[in-house]
C-alpha cells in the first residue's frame, strides 16, 4: 500500500495480543509491542511512529490519560487507536476527549478494525505528504503555515486568533474527515472538553463568519451532526 506500516501496540492482554497479530501482520505493519506505559513512551520518544493501538481494558487509568496526552502534544498527527472492555458510550468518548482518534469495544470487527486502521494510514501519509508545504490554498484563500496566517487573494490577511488559525489548519489537514468536537477541543485548545462546553462550536461560528465575510457563497466548515465538523473546501497543496 506504500504507506506507513509501524504500529505500536500497547497490550495488557497476552491473549488478545496474539490474535490480533496475524490481522496487522496482513495489513503490512511492523509492529512494535509494549507491555507497559514507560516502555511506549520510550519507544514513542525515540521512533518516528505514525499509529498507535493501544488497549485500556476495562479500567482508564490517570496514567492512561496521561500518555495520551503526551503522545498528541508530541504529535498532533499521530493516529491512536483505544481499545476498550466495554461498549459503554461515556466509555469510547472518554480516551477520545483526552486526545485518542477513536476507540472500538471488544469482542472486535476485526473488518472494521482493518478498515479504520487503513483510513488512519490514509491519513498520516496525506499529513506527511503535504506537511512540508507552506502555504495551502482554497477558494481564493492563502493560508501560511510558516507565518501562521491567512490571506484573502494573496494580499488582504484576515484576522484569526491563534486558536482560530489552528482549527482551521486541523479541519484542512484532516482531508475531509470529520474531527469531533472532544478531539479538536485536544488540537486546538489542548486540554479536554469539559460538561457543556461550547467553546469548539463558538469558535467554528467565529471562523465560520470571518471566511464569509470575504467569501460568503461557500459554507467551507461544514458540521454533522452529533459527529462534529469537517472541512469541505478544495484544497490546493501545491
Known amino acids: 500500500m506504500n504507506l506507513p506500516a509501524r504500529i505500536l501496540v500497547i497490550q495488557k492482554n497476552n491473549q488478545w ?20 506505559l514507560p516502555d511506549a513512551t520510550f519507544w514513542m520518544s525515540h521512533q518516528k511512529i505514525p499509529l ?6 476495562k479500567e482508564v487509568t490517570p496514567e ?5 496526552r503526551m503522545v498528541r502534544e508530541q504529535d498532533p498527527h499521530v493516529s491512536i487507536m483505544v481499545l476498550r472492555e466495554t461498549g459503554a458510550k461515556e466509555d469510547r468518548a472518554l480516551p477520545i ?8 469495544c471488544k469482542p472486535l470487527d476485526a473488518r472494521e478494525l482493518m478498515a479504520k486502521l487503513r483510513r488512519m494510514q490514509e491519513r498520516y501519509r496525506f499529513t506527511l505528504t ?19 496566517r491567512l490571506l484573502w487573494r494573496e494580499d488582504n490577511i484576515v484576522g484569526l486568533t491563534g486558536r482560530e488559525f489552528q482549527l482551521l489548519l486541523c479541519l484542512i489537514e484532516a482531508a475531509n474527515e470529520v474531527l469531533s468536537r472532544e478531539k479538536l477541543a485536544v488540537m486546538v485548545c489542548g486540554r479536554a472538553l469539559h460538561d457543556m462546553d461550547r467553546s469548539i462550536d463558538v469558535m467554528v461560528a467565529k471562523l465560520r ?18 459527529q462534529g465538523y469537517f472541512f469541505g473546501g478544495k484544497v490546493d497543496w501545491s
Open 97 to 104: 476527549e483526552w486526545g485518542a482518534d477513536d476507540c472500538l
Open 130 to 148: 503535504n506537511k512540508q508545504t507552506p502555504y495551502v490554498r482554497f477558494s481564493q484563500f492563502t493560508l501560511d503555515r510558516q507565518h501562521r
Open 64 to 68: 492512561d490519560m496521561a500518555f495520551l
Open 52 to 57: 498507535v493501538l493501544m488497549d485500556m481494558g
Open 209 to 226: 463568519k470571518k471566511l464569509k465575510a470575504y467569501h460568503g457563497a461557500e459554507t467551507l466548515i461544514r458540521s454533522v451532526r452529533g
Open 17 to 36: 495480543s496474539q490474535s490480533l497479530h496475524p490481522v496487522l501482520q496482513n495489513l503490512g505493519f511492523e509492529i512494535t509491542l509494549c507491555k507497559t
